[in-house]
């Protein structure tokens, strides 16, 4: 039987003759499949002589024919410039690192405060783990860090050296908060900078190791945390909180338009606060309204994952420092978060069986097949092709458009046309950034816009998107 360790381990034997290292350690091999006794991979390269590319090909495709089984080899080159495998190296960040281990970040989101979004993320949290998992809480709220208290977890976390830092662990979760390295009642008054360290330090510098699941306790509203952990990583989709009261709802609306801007996956929508149970009379009070959270979930095909009643219990075990679900699992809120927990398990299960079809554009592959020359392969199965140059005089950033009327500020004759591409880098699930040899790199090309400057003939008989001053940016 032909496996990717077997493949790897035959082009462990050849050597790079520019760099000196063998393909695979190297990452050079992308894409492995194996299709019966038929091997196909790409080879990212650096830009050698065409003789010397050719040969280190036929080397490659040779120690991979020489596996038993073996019948046919198909080696794609990828032409990458040395400065680019610099670039990539050197910015290879702890994140990127340490994100591996995890194998879903799920955001719990709202539009507006006071909804119980915290409390939901710490009992949602150690709920996944009373299930079984492996679960982290990070606390991105940096506004009003309530993770600390909710988990009765206070003092600062341990430093391991070398900038790593060991989350707590309480009920069965690692957790981090910016409230344990704050004085008690002091503000965090930062610009986005700061909070766009703060997550970055957060995911790439805490020491989570191997995680099922993440959750992200985020502030509310659609600030600088949310753009920054969506540029970061990405999610495998987002939780928003909503009272019954139809105005809660109307302001989480603009939550889920931002995830959906940004191709995150809405996983569900929980209302918080549904109705209260006197314990005296056992009168039913609907305080915040009767089910509009569900309505509008139903109205909009997003998934409706739970209720969670108003109740005095749920505030004292959270005044107290520890989650309903641990300290009376069984009461009407604690059995609330257990459905909620399961129901979110069976939207990410149905996700990953492919349940919903998504129409959005992705890149199955981006690749540099000349100096001066760009190819993305569309999971629809559409090529594009463009030109570094045209490339660079679309970019979208406010340097090169002016974000009040869309006039493009950049002229031609500012960009050199020898410029080309040092290094690219996936934003998230949306988008990608460039590197240029001028060294611009401000830009984020979102997929949509990529897809709509191809220029080739289906493209033009299928789209209207272009407008008349980006005709004829890509090939």
Not at 11 to 16: S, T
Not at 102 to 119: D, E, L, Q, R
Not at 161 to 186: D, N, T, Y
């Amino acid at each position: 039987m032909i496996n990717e360790t077997e493949i790897l381990k035959s082009l462990a034997n050849v050597k790079d003759p520019e760099t000196g290292n063998d393909l695979a350690s190297s990452g050079a091999v992308k894409g492995i499949r194996v299709s019966g006794d038929q091997v196909s991979f790409s080879l990212e390269l650096g830009l050698q002589a065409g003789q010397a590319r050719d040969q280190l090909k036929e080397n490659a495709r040779q120690a991979v024919l020489a596996l038993p089984g073996v019948k046919s080899v198909n080696i794609t080159v990828i032409s990458k410039s040395p400065a680019a495998q610099r670039a990539a190296a050197a910015e290879r960040t702890p994140t990127e690192e340490r994100i591996l281990k995890v194998k879903n970040v799920i955001p719990v989101a709202s539009g507006k405060g006071g909804v119980g979004k915290s409390t939901v993320s710490a009992n949602l949290a150690v709920t996944l783990a009373k299930l079984g998992f492996r679960v982290g809480l990070m606390d991105a709220d940096v506004y009003g860090p309530s993770i600390p208290t909710l988990m009765g977890v206070h003092e600062p976390p341990k430093q391991q050296g070398e900038g790593k830092i060991a989350p707590h662990s309480r009920f069965g979760v690692k957790m981090i908060s910016i409230g344990f390295f704050l004085p008690k009642g002091e503000a965090v008054i930062w610009r986005g900078p700061m909070l766009h360290k703060t997550v970055d330090q957060f995911l790439g510098s805490v020491d989570w190791g191997e995680l099922d699941y993440l959750i992200v306790d985020l502030p509310p509203g659609t600030g600088d945390i949310q753009l920054s952990l969506c540029q970061k990583i990405p999610l495998s989709g987002a939780v928003i909180v909503s009272t019954p009261q139809d105005l809660a709802f109307e302001v989480a609306e603009k939550a889920i338009s931002m995830f959906q801007k940004l191709n995150t996956p809405i996983l569900g929508l929980i209302e918080n606060m549904s109705g209260f149970v006197c314990k005296k009379c056992g009168s039913h009070e609907d305080v915040f309204g009767e089910g509009g959270a569900k309505r509008h979930a139903e109205s909009r095909g997003i998934p409706f994952l739970g209720s969670i009643p108003l109740a005095t219990e749920l505030r004292i075990a959270s005044d107290q420092g520890t989650p309903l679900v641990d300290q009376a699992p069984d009461s009407p809120g604690g059995k609330a978060f257990f459905d909620i927990a399961k129901n979110l398990l069976a939207e990410l299960t149905e996700r990953s069986e492919g349940k919903y079809s998504d129409t959005k554009q992705y890149p199955k592959e981006v690749r540099q097949v000349e100096k001066d020359s760009i190819e993305i392969a569309w999971k629809d199965g559409h090529e594009s092709r463009y030109k570094a140059f045209a490339l660079r005089l679309a970019c979208p950033c406010a340097m090169c458009v002016d974000e009040n009327t869309g006039k493009r500020l950049i002229r031609e004759q500012s960009v050199r046309s020898d410029v080309y591409l040092l290094s690219m880098d996936r934003v998230g699930r949306y988008g990608i950034a460039f590197r240029w040899s001028d060294r611009h790199s401000t830009g984020i090309y979102t997929f949509e816009y990529l897809k709509s400057l191809c220029d080739c003939q289906a493209c033009k008989s299928n789209t209207n998107l272009k407008s008349e001053k980006m005709h004829g940016i890509a090939r």
